[in-house]
């Protein structure tokens, strides 16, 4: 068999204009096995009979797993630490390389759906601004490509369902479904097929009527076009944006969408408004907005003050010592407090940590409540009692009775007589 030195000999010979007689007599091989290895490439070397592998024994389970969605080889690594597995991390991750190429298509089918079938979402990060992230959440609508984009500085569940309300509201209905990629706040987890999805989020799907469906791990292909939408904002919209505060912001992006979604669009050849009314989407019509506030419940102290995020807020003084709910808008800047249904308080939303944000009208009347409480005044007849002297509790309204004063000699007697 060849060597791969002898192999390289002869194809540098043959560059060097060497024929095939001469390149023979240099390296002593016949006339027709240098012809042979002229015509082929060098054979990669392969061991006739491989040593065993450690992780041979979990090839199946890793298949399993794999399949499942779970590609992260240090989390695989651990759960076959849990099933025995001695081998080391090299050995897994060559062992899963070729999976990881075949999820990586080179081409894929476009896939089209029908009026009112199908919207996407998505989240996109624009930097940092005021001292904290930016996060452009945005919305399109499959069939007719209306586009709807809001800017915000949160990405939990309750900034999620406002944006999509206000998305709902732009659009006048909503789609048959709603895809998106496996972000927390739509999708919890998944347990071999079953998908469990976020509470909140399944309610707010009910409330409006859409499907939520998620996109398979690792193909973004899947929500080609929300990605497209993202990423056309980033190109079109946010070079060179100047905004003063995220209400100027939102109204500039506010401004782009009527412009874009009156233009072709570069895939339909069409206009999105012009296509918007054959939608069929799920219609509004009075149906209020699903109401994305946060809220808790907070128990009422004594001195009718409550715990709200690091800092303290009054409410009338006759619901001291019951559990009230707090509610909280998403714009912020304000607190509203409830006792079952009806509004009890309202506050402006303090900064910082150990504020006390206080409204004196919360305590009229407690003063006459309490006098109301003290102990009723002597009525004719009753035995004499005498005030208390200056001291501790004054003005507090106690009397003490009178108590006959005796000399010490009495108890001497008494104690006498006890003894015999």
């Not at 609508?141 to 709902?168: G, K, N």
């Not at 347990?191 to 398979?216: D, I, M, S, W």
């Not at 003050?305 to 807020?313: A, F, T, V």
């Not at 079952?340 to 944000?357: F, N």
Request: aromatic content about 10%.
């Amino acid at each position: 068999m060849l060597n791969l030195e002898d192999f390289m000999n002869i194809r540098d010979l043959k560059q060097k204009g060497w024929t095939v007689s001469a390149i023979a007599g240099e390296l002593h091989l016949d006339r027709k096995t240098v012809r042979k290895h002229l015509l082929e490439a060098p054979q990669p070397y392969k061991r006739e009979n491989p040593a065993p592998c450690k992780i041979d024994p979990h090839r199946p389970f890793l298949r399993e797993r794999w399949e499942a969605g779970v590609h992260n080889a240090r989390k695989l690594l651990d759960e076959l630490r849990d099933r025995g597995y001695t081998g080391g991390y090299s050995q897994l991750k060559l062992a899963v390389l070729p999976w990881r190429e075949e999820g990586r298509e080179r081409a894929f089918v476009r896939f089209e759906t029908g009026p009112g079938e199908q919207s996407q979402m998505d989240w996109g990060h624009f930097g940092n601004w005021d001292g904290r992230r930016l996060y452009g959440f945005a919305l399109t609508l499959c069939y007719s490509r209306m586009r709807y984009i809001e800017f915000t500085q949160s990405q939990d569940i309750h900034h999620l369902l406002a944006c999509m309300v206000h998305a709902f509201r732009y659009f006048g209905g909503v789609t048959e479904s709603v895809l998106t990629d496996r972000m927390k706040t739509v999708l919890i987890d998944q347990t071999g097929g079953e998908l469990h999805f976020n509470q909140k989020f399944l309610q707010f799907a009910a409330y409006y009527g859409f499907v939520p469906r998620v996109c398979r791990p690792y193909r973004p292909e899947t929500k080609g076009k929300i990605e497209s939408s993202v990423r056309f904002v980033k190109q079109n919209f946010w070079p060179g944006i100047s905004f003063s505060s995220l209400a100027d912001l939102n109204q500039q992006a506010r401004a782009w969408m009527g412009k874009v979604n009156h233009q072709s669009h570069s895939t339909t050849r069409e206009v999105p408004y012009g296509r918007l009314p054959h939608e069929q989407l799920l219609l509004l019509d009075e149906q209020p907005d699903y109401d994305t506030s946060y809220m808790e419940d907070r128990r009422v102290a004594k001195d009718c003050m409550l715990s709200y995020r690091g800092n303290r807020y009054s409410v009338p003084f006759r619901f001291a010592g019951k559990t009230v709910l707090v509610r909280e808008p998403v714009a912020g800047g304000r607190i509203e407090i409830y006792s079952d249904i009806h509004i009890i308080a309202e506050h402006r939303l303090a900064t910082g940590r150990g504020v006390m944000v206080s409204d004196p009208t919360h305590y009229e009347g407690l003063a006459e409540r309490q006098r109301l409480r003290g102990p009723a005044p002597p009525s004719d007849g009753s035995p004499n009692l005498l005030e208390l002297a200056p001291g501790p509790g004054v003005g507090r309204g106690f009397l003490a009775p009178e108590v006959e004063q005796r000399s010490l000699d009495v108890y001497q007697e008494v104690a006498d007589v006890a003894a015999i």
